[in-house]
């Protein structure tokens, strides 16, 4: 088992950690300053952003919402969103199964090279 407090995690701000890379998944702790945010972004994997501490506004082009800690959001490939930071905050995201279908990487989702 592997596991993290994401609130004490040493994660300096505009630095994201990554904590864990396989097939499955691609796990990151983010701290984002108040007032900072993920400007404008999509990812080619299916993404979950869970807020661990703070408060985060979360944009998805037509809705936006306030959430603090426990607040869990879903995203489908390629979807847009934002993330701004109303407060210091420690978020995590997960985007699954990594690399997705296109990401630049290369890598052969068939077990290739």
Do not use: C, K
């Amino acid at each position: 088992m592997e596991s993290w407090d994401i609130r004490s995690l040493d994660v300096a701000p505009r630095h994201p950690r990554i904590l864990r890379s396989d097939r499955e998944a691609r796990v990151i702790g983010i701290n984002l300053a108040a007032g900072e945010e993920l400007q404008e972004h999509q990812t080619h994997e299916r993404a979950y952003l869970l807020v661990a501490d703070g408060q985060v506004e979360v944009a998805d082009g037509g809705e936006t919402e306030t959430a603090g800690p426990g607040y869990l959001a879903h995203f489908d490939p390629n979807e847009r969103r934002i993330v701004r930071a109303m407060s210091d905050a420690r978020i995590v995201l997960v985007l699954g199964p990594w690399p997705g279908e296109g990401h630049p990487s290369g890598r052969n989702l068939e077990g290739g090279a």
